[in-house]
């Protein structure tokens, strides 16, 4: 238990979006559309929180990034869920291109997983893009109704993204976290210490 002291403020946000997503689940068993979104709305603001606070008290770490990837994932599944329960047509009126966007992500998941044993946690712009419009469109979607301009939006920043993701796995012979995109790594110190050994 004394190991929780080596925590940070930062650290316990992505804790909080971890411990909730049973709850989440379970108010899609209850059906409870509105709590279930108001919870997921304070879910993906943790998220937010949790980056300005690590970056504002110069508390990042690879471990804090990890927690913090991991809730952000958690947290999407728990959300999409949600849209496929309370949304099912529009779901089944998407399905295939749904299923387009998936495939890329599941591979970029594999990949990472076979090469570093765990997933990536590069925090790209373009990550930080996709997920913002991830919420949005869950969140307007479950408070209102799908809106296929966010829609298609997610869809291709989405894709743009797991193939930057795909792209900087093969660039990094290590686990790295923490890199802004494609051009911050062509000039990383710590990708080009790696090939120089």
Same mark, same amino acid.
């Given at each position: 238990?004394?190991?929780?002291?080596?925590?940070?403020?930062?650290?316990?946000?992505?804790?909080?979006?971890?411990?909730?997503?049973?709850?989440?689940?379970?108010?899609?068993?209850?059906?409870?559309?509105?709590?279930?979104?108001?919870?997921?709305?304070?879910?993906?603001?943790?998220?937010? @929180?949790?980056?300005?606070?690590? $970056?504002?008290?110069?508390?990042?770490?690879?471990?804090?990034?990890?927690?913090?990837?991991?809730?952000?994932?958690?947290?999407?599944?728990?959300?999409?869920?949600?849209?496929? #329960?309370?949304?099912?047509?529009?779901? $089944?009126?998407?399905?295939?291109?749904?299923?387009?966007?998936?495939?890329? #992500?599941?591979?970029?998941?594999?990949?990472?997983? @076979?090469?570093?044993?765990?997933?990536?946690?590069?925090?790209? #712009?373009?990550?930080?893009?996709?997920?913002?419009?991830?919420?949005?469109?869950?969140?307007?979607?479950?408070?209102?109704?799908?809106?296929?301009?966010?829609?298609?939006?997610?869809?291709?920043?989405?894709?743009?993204?797991?193939?930057?993701?795909?792209?900087? @796995?093969?660039? #990094?012979?290590?686990?790295?976290?923490?890199?802004?995109?494609?051009?911050?790594?062509?000039?990383?110190?710590?990708?080009?210490?790696?090939?120089?050994?």
């Amino acid at each position: 238990m004394r190991t929780f002291k080596y925590f940070n403020i930062a650290d316990w946000f992505s804790f909080y979006r971890i411990f909730a997503a049973p709850f989440l689940l379970l108010l899609i068993w209850l059906d409870l559309r509105l709590v279930f979104t108001w919870l997921l709305l304070i879910s993906y603001s943790t998220d937010a @929180i949790d980056g300005y606070l690590a $970056r504002k008290l110069k508390i990042t770490s690879p471990r804090g990034s990890q927690l913090d990837s991991f809730g952000d994932q958690i947290t999407l599944i728990v959300g999409l869920i949600g849209l496929f #329960y309370f949304e099912t047509s529009f779901i $089944r009126a998407n399905l295939i291109l749904i299923i387009i966007a998936f495939v890329p #992500y599941i591979l970029q998941m594999l990949i990472a997983y @076979i090469k570093y044993a765990k997933a990536t946690a590069f925090h790209t #712009y373009l990550a930080k893009l996709s997920a913002m419009f991830q919420s949005l469109f869950i969140l307007w979607s479950l408070f209102f109704n799908p809106e296929y301009a966010l829609f298609y939006i997610m869809i291709i920043i989405g894709l743009l993204e797991t193939f930057e993701e795909i792209t900087l @796995i093969f660039m #990094y012979d290590n686990w790295a976290s923490d890199v802004k995109g494609i051009y911050w790594a062509m000039r990383d110190k710590r990708r080009l210490k790696n090939k120089n050994h």
